[in-house]
């Protein structure tokens, strides 16, 4: 095979062959001006192309997916399957693209966390069980959650959120109790929600026993 004609730009270098295929590998990946219009390519060169072109197109897949909002390594990852790329060519873009700090999963969960938080009240454990189902690790998880404490909604916020929900339901039966199981689905602790209910004037004591039924 010989090299037919070839473009160098700043991101890649477009290689066109004299059997018409043509392929992009990125400019880092071949030494500038080792490749030529004119050079003889054989199967090994080939065989090397072919693989740096893949790696290529993958990484585009990943900057566009990424480009829309922030993803989680394991979006990324299920990405790239459903789109047909091998095992070995995913973990090469994964790892570069961490090194490169376009795939985070630590500044993920903190962005994560910050936007639930500023559109809903809600405990530590929903969150947790949200980051969760999102595929990142739970040591991951646990730190940002300890670096985000300090605006973990106050007994106070989680109070004035039982106080409306109770509102409207304390006429029905078993209000107290419903509005616990309400504060324990937001992902709440039992010390907190004892609280809140001890604050709405109410006794809790039997109330966790209700809960895990």
Not at 52 to 65: D, I, N, P, R, T
Not at 70 to 93: A, S
Request: hydrophobic share 35%.
């Amino acid at each position: 095979m010989i090299i037919q004609d070839i473009e160098y730009t700043d991101r890649y270098i477009r290689i066109t062959l004299d059997t018409g295929e043509s392929m992009r590998v990125e400019n880092t990946s071949i030494p500038m001006g080792l490749l030529h219009k004119g050079a003889m390519i054989d199967i090994d060169a080939y065989t090397l192309l072919k693989e740096e072109a893949h790696l290529f197109e993958c990484k585009e897949k990943v900057l566009s997916y990424i480009s829309i909002r922030n993803r989680t390594e394991h979006d990324i990852k299920k990405y790239l399957v459903k789109k047909g790329f091998d095992k070995n060519t995913i973990n090469r873009v994964i790892q570069d693209f961490s090194e490169k700090g376009l795939i985070n999963d630590y500044s993920y969960a903190l962005q994560y966390i910050q936007s639930i938080r500023d559109r809903k009240t809600v405990g530590n454990k929903i969150i947790e069980k949200k980051l969760f189902e999102k595929g990142i690790d739970k040591s991951v998880i646990k730190k940002a959650i300890k670096r985000t404490q300090e605006k973990e909604p106050n007994s106070e916020q989680v109070y004035q959120l039982a106080l409306l929900k109770y509102n409207r339901i304390k006429d029905k039966e078993n209000a107290i109790a419903k509005v616990a199981s309400f504060l324990y689905q937001r992902g709440f602790s039992w010390e907190i929600i004892k609280k809140v209910i001890k604050k709405l004037g109410n006794g809790s004591d039997n109330l966790k026993d209700e809960l895990q039924e």
